[in-house]
């Protein structure tokens, strides 16, 4: 089988696994609490399976020194998880002020970083930047806790969905290439 029928054959299954992506992009931004509540849940697992890694290198090394420290880690990664996973609302809540505190800390950093660039020709795109990530943090922390019912959800919805949309674009395009190619002799 040629390279171009190898691109061919493999872009029909990204293409359908690209419209699922954009479908549950979509229906996370129109149902975002649900999708909330799922990375609530997915976060709460993950710490789960952290605490439990740490409890086993905790027993790896035990004879190395400061496995106390690294069961105790392990009892908080648990705890939190097992927290998260039975109130995944409360879960969500956090999460949501943790993101908003995130966007507050990185539009601070862009507009360090833009005044540090301020003689080169584009730093007005980080002031610029900048400027929205503070009004995203501003506005999240203004509206919380009603905020933890949609943001979440719907930032996860717009990452799928422009994930779904670049991942289409380009299965689409390697489809357009290897069809416009002359086929190898």
């Known amino acids: 089988m040629s390279e ?16 699922l992506m954009i479908a549950a992009g979509v229906l996370a931004i129109i149902v975002p609490p649900v999708s909330g509540i799922a ?8 710490l789960v399976f952290c605490g439990a890694a740490h409890f086993a290198y905790t027993w790896h090394t035990r004879h190395g020194g400061g496995h106390l420290w690294g069961f105790l ?34 539009s601070i950093l862009e507009f360090i970083l833009a005044f540090e660039l301020r003689p080169r020709h584009a730093s007005g795109w980080l002031v610029f930047d900048g400027i929205i990530t503070l009004l995203l943090a501003v506005m999240i922390w203004a509206t919380w806790p009603a905020s933890t019912e949609w943001v979440i ?11 779904g949309i670049t991942r289409l674009s380009l299965s689409l395009s390697a489809r357009r290439l290897t069809k416009s190619m002359p086929a190898a002799a």
Do not use: C, D, K
């Open 73 to 106: 880690l392990g009892i908080i990664y648990i705890a939190a998880g097992g927290y998260v996973l039975v109130h995944p609302v409360a879960g969500l809540a956090s999460l949501t002020l943790v993101l908003a505190a995130y966007l507050l800390i990185e």
């Open 4 to 19: 171009h029928a190898e691109i061919n054959q493999g872009a029909g299954p990204s293409i359908t696994v690209s419209a």
């Open 153 to 163: 959800g719907t930032l996860v919805g717009i990452s799928i969905l422009f994930s």
């Open 39 to 46: 990375v609530a849940i997915l976060v709460g697992w993950l």
